[in-house]
């Protein structure tokens, strides 16, 4: 069984930075495209940003330019750094595993953009 435990949620301001990570239990990673999805009050899950195992990276029109997504395929960890935050951001941050489809999720991590 795979576990995907995210950390780094948090408060923060509008216009701040916060980092979030996931770690992979699995002992296979690097064949997997690791991804980001947010869900904010009220509204449906949407991927944020996604990391394939051969470095290729895609981001959500919105985080462009202010997210950035890696990964460590060696400590199989995957990492969104988001700035630039907006007061419309408040969501809950999944990590989660992709192949031909989401196969795990992790618990989730809460941010916060208030002032």
């Known amino acids: 069984q795979v576990q995907l435990v995210e950390s780094g949620g948090g408060l923060v301001q509008p216009g701040g930075s916060l980092t979030l990570s996931c770690a992979h239990s699995g002992s296979i990673f690097d064949m997997y495209q690791m991804a980001w999805y947010r869900q904010g009050p009220g509204k449906q899950r949407e991927l944020v940003a996604i990391?394939?195992?051969?470095?290729?990276?895609?981001y959500v029109d919105s985080v462009k330019g202010r997210f950035t997504i890696s990964r460590d395929n060696h400590l199989k960890t995957v990492t969104l750094q988001m700035s630039s935050l907006k007061p419309g951001a408040t969501a809950v941050q999944y990590c989660c595993?992709?192949?031909?489809?989401?196969?795990?999720w992790g618990q989730g991590a809460q941010v916060a953009v208030s002032s």
């Open positions: 990391a394939y195992g051969g470095g290729r990276k895609e």
């Open positions: 595993r992709e192949l031909s489809g989401v196969d795990y």
